[in-house]
Every structure is written in C-alpha cells, then in structure tokens.
C-alpha cells in the first residue's frame, strides 16, 4: 500500500474506525471469494507468477515465490486480526486459484483500497469489472467505507477502463513503493460512499 494514499484525508470518529476493524475482523468472504489460508500458497504461487498477472501489480511479494506468497498469506492474516488488510481468493470448480483480491484498510481514514487479479484465461470477457463493482459495494457495505482509492500503473488500460466506467474520479499521480523498494508511477483514482450510492444503488 503506499504511504501517501488516501489522497483525500478526513479523520473518521473513533467509533466508526473501531466499527471497521471490527467488520474487518468478522470477514470470512467477499461475494464468491473466501479468505486466503496458508495451505493456499501453493495455487495462489501458480496464479501470481503468470506475468500477466503479476507484472501490473505493485503490492505483490518481489521476489515472487512459493516462501513469499506463503508469507504474503500470513501477513493477511495477522492484518486481519489488527483489523486492517483482507486477502480472499476465488476457487474454479477444480479448485484451482482463478482470482485473488487484496483489500487494504486505514480505518482511521475510514477508507479502503482493493486490489487483485484475474486468471488470464477469463480476461476480456466483464467478468474484472462484474467482480470489481460487487466488491466496491461490499467495501462501502459490510466494511462501513466512506472512501475507497484505487491506483493502477501508467499503461494497465483495463484496469483505468474499469475504474473509469465504475464512476471513480482521476485525482493524478503519485509514486508507489513496491515490497522491495523499487517505485512505480500509479494513476490514482477515488470514490465516496455517497458518489458511489448515487450512482449504483439506485440501478
Ligand atoms: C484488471 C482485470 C481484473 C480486469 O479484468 P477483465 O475481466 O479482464 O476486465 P473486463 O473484461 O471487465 O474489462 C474492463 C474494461 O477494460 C477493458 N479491457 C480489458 N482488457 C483490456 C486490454 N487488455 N486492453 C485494453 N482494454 C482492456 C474492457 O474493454 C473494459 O472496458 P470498457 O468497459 O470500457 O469496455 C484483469 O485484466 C487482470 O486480472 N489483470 C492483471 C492484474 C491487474 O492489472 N490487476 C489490477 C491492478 S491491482
């Protein structure tokens, strides 16, 4: 998560944030996705390492490996507990890993941020941004968000795509700080809970 984000600051009441890390607690799944656990290292490692998958994302483990992605898991885990950070993945009929999804949370801020893939085999066909907007919606709902923001690199399209017709608004630039200390520049994108209700509750 980088350390400049959210760009927009408004101090939630202490117990709002409690009320966050609480929900964050209680999460067990997220829409069709359930929470990562540690014997999921090895099927999550067969996701990420498609460069596809994981060339455009900035907060995975670098290096990327079987040890890392086992440790990736823990540390959700224990953000779990503390009540700040989720890691959920999606299970194909065969129980192969085809999705994951990282949500990050400063409950202090009352905002969240949502990242994560899909398996390159069912890109292009809606189902990232079907799967993005149900999760958007479970951020403001269950979590109790009143921000959400959202970067994507400088040349991922579909994700800019997506952000854009999801009704987010572009805030400009900043520098995201990988794992392993090497930067990349990310487009910043956020979005209220009341810009998000007027826009998709009524539909
Ligand atoms: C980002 C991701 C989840 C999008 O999922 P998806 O199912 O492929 O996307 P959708 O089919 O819902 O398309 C979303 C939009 O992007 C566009 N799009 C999708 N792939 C594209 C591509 N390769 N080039 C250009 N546009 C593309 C679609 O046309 C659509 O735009 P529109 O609604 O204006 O027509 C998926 O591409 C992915 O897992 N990418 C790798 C990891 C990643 O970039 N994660 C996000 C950063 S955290």
């Given at each position: 998560m980088?350390g400049?984000?959210?760009?927009t600051?408004?101090p ?6 409690e009320?966050?890390?609480?929900a964050?607690r ?20 067969a996701?990420l390492?498609d ?11 670098r290096?990327l490996?079987?040890?890392t992605?086992?440790?990736f898991?823990?540390?959700?885990l224990?953000?779990?507990e503390t009540g ?7 299970e194909?009929?065969d ?7 990282d ?6 801020w009352?905002a969240?941020?949502l990242g994560?893939a ?18 958007f919606?479970w951020?403001y709902?269950t979590l109790?968000l ?5 970067t994507?690199?400088?040349d ?8 854009d017709?999801?009704?987010?608004r572009?805030?400009?630039e900043?520098?995201?700080v ?12 956020e979005?209220?809970?009341a810009?998000w209700?007027a826009r998709?509750?009524?539909?």
């Amino acid at each position: 998560m980088a350390g400049d984000l959210p760009l927009t600051r408004n101090p939630a009441a202490t117990e709002k944030a409690e009320a966050i890390r609480a929900a964050v607690r209680g999460a067990t799944q997220m829409g069709e996705s359930r929470l990562a656990r540690p014997e999921d290292a090895a099927g999550l490692y067969a996701l990420l390492a498609d460069p596809k998958v994981f060339a455009p994302i900035y907060s995975l483990p670098r290096p990327l490996t079987r040890e890392t992605v086992a440790a990736f898991i823990d540390h959700h885990l224990a953000e779990r507990e503390t009540g700040i950070g989720l890691l959920f993945v999606r299970e194909g009929e065969d129980g192969r890993i085809l999705g994951y999804s990282d949500v990050q949370v400063w409950p202090h801020w009352g905002a969240g941020e949502l990242g994560g893939a899909l398996h390159p085999s069912l890109h292009r066909q809606g189902a990232g941004g079907r799967g993005a907007g149900l999760s958007f919606a479970w951020m403001y709902d269950t979590l109790g968000l009143d921000l959400i923001c959202e970067t994507a690199s400088l040349d991922n399209v579909a994700t800019q795509r997506m952000l854009d017709g999801l009704g987010f608004r572009r805030l400009g630039e900043v520098t995201s700080v990988r794992p392993d200390g090497t930067t990349r520049a990310s487009l910043v994108w956020e979005m209220t809970r009341a810009e998000w209700a007027a826009r998709h509750d009524a539909s």
